[in-house]
């Protein structure tokens, strides 16, 4: 154990200056000991603040519609879940709450939905276009899988940004918790993203039923090839309207884990406090925070569809309105001594603006 020990402070002493760490190393790092994981976390926090600054880049969430054509096994609105109501916002709903975003200070707003047959590629553009012809925001679009010529459709009209998640590095994992999905596809999109100039973000699930220390690894080193822009990561919290109802969900430390290895790999990438972890532990977001993330992505979405919106259960801040959690979560930024950025959060990356 104390070689093992030995070992840890050597690869966070090279991750320090170095993004480059073997699968082997990222495996020890992860099977760290809970009590002596501070130095994973304090030397991706040295790395955070190195490469990204203080500031937290707010991002407002707006969620605005709950259907879902496909059937995620461990997703709360998967299209098979009869047993909530469905909603979605009208055109005039979404441009009025990005409105009411950049009022209450947000430069950024990220648009999310199921993979929702009524949102072509030309009705996201309309809705994107109408938003940008208001606002100063910069808009990220989080609405699943597109072809080519809708990807482009919808960069045309202004997005800058696209999130889609790959969940798991093994594709005969992501195979069998989606099964109208198909992992190569996936990881087609990125590529298609990336090349019509989409500033792009994916991650994955801390803790899925079926997940080694091997596939974890994996998920890591598959971000870093990625070179993505953004990466989100959170723990699989199992959800009593799925199959996986009853599975062991992902826990708070293994999560902080894979943020942590996220940063040393990935440099200056943007990295959320995910809500998920905030809703394992009610300081799970600062303590991200604290181990190499610097984005928060607060929940703007008009309250009454909040409730219908909840891919995993126990999701904070559901009943908070968008002027309160702006406050709450700038207190909990600056008791860090950390900054509220005031910017639009673009891409560190130099080659991607
Ligand atoms: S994870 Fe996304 S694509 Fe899958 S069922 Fe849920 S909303 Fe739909």
Do not use: W
């Amino acid at each position: 154990m104390e070689n093992n020990m030995k070992k840890v402070y050597a690869i966070c002493e090279k991750a320090l200056h170095s993004g480059n760490l073997s699968k082997e190393e990222i495996i020890l790092l992860l099977q760290c000991p809970e009590e002596q994981s501070d130095i994973i976390f304090q030397t991706a926090d040295a790395v955070r603040k190195k490469e990204v600054g203080d500031q937290v880049h707010l991002r407002g969430l707006i969620e605005f519609s709950n259907y879902c054509k496909k059937n995620c096994e461990y997703c709360g609105i998967r299209g098979k879940n009869k047993s909530i109501d469905r909603y979605r916002l009208s055109q005039e709903e979404i441009l009025q709450t990005a409105i009411r975003a950049e009022s209450l200070g947000y430069r950024s707003v990220v648009m999310q939905s199921g993979e929702d047959p009524f949102f072509t590629a030309e009705i996201l553009a309309d809705m994107i276009s109408t938003i940008k012809s208001h606002t100063d925001l910069a808009i990220t679009l989080s609405a699943g899988e597109f072809s080519y010529d809708e990807y482009k459709i919808i960069k045309e009209a202004g997005a800058d940004r696209y999130l889609l998640r790959f969940e798991t590095s093994s594709e005969e994992l992501y195979q069998k918790l989606h099964p109208d999905s198909d992992f190569h596809q996936r990881i087609k999109c990125l590529h298609i993203l990336e090349e019509l100039g989409y500033q792009v973000g994916s991650g994955f699930m801390v803790g899925l039923p079926g997940e080694t220390p091997e596939i974890l690894a994996d998920n890591l080193l598959l971000l870093q090839k990625l070179d993505l822009d953004m990466a989100g990561i959170g723990p699989f919290l199992p959800n009593s309207d799925t199959n996986l109802a009853g599975a062991q969900g992902g826990t708070l430390i293994n999560s902080l884990k894979a943020v942590a290895i996220a940063r040393l790999l990935l440099r200056n990438a943007h990295i959320p406090a995910t809500t998920a972890m905030g809703s394992l532990d009610p300081k799970g977001r600062e303590k991200a925070l604290q181990a190499g993330a610097n984005v928060v992505m607060p929940n703007v979405t008009p309250e009454e569809f909040r409730e219908m919106y909840q891919l995993y259960p126990n999701k904070i801040c559901l009943r908070d309105d968008p002027a309160h959690c702006r406050k709450c979560i700038t207190g909990k930024i600056q008791g860090l001594g950390r900054t509220v950025s005031t910017e639009h959060g673009h891409s560190l990356k130099i080659d991607r603006i």
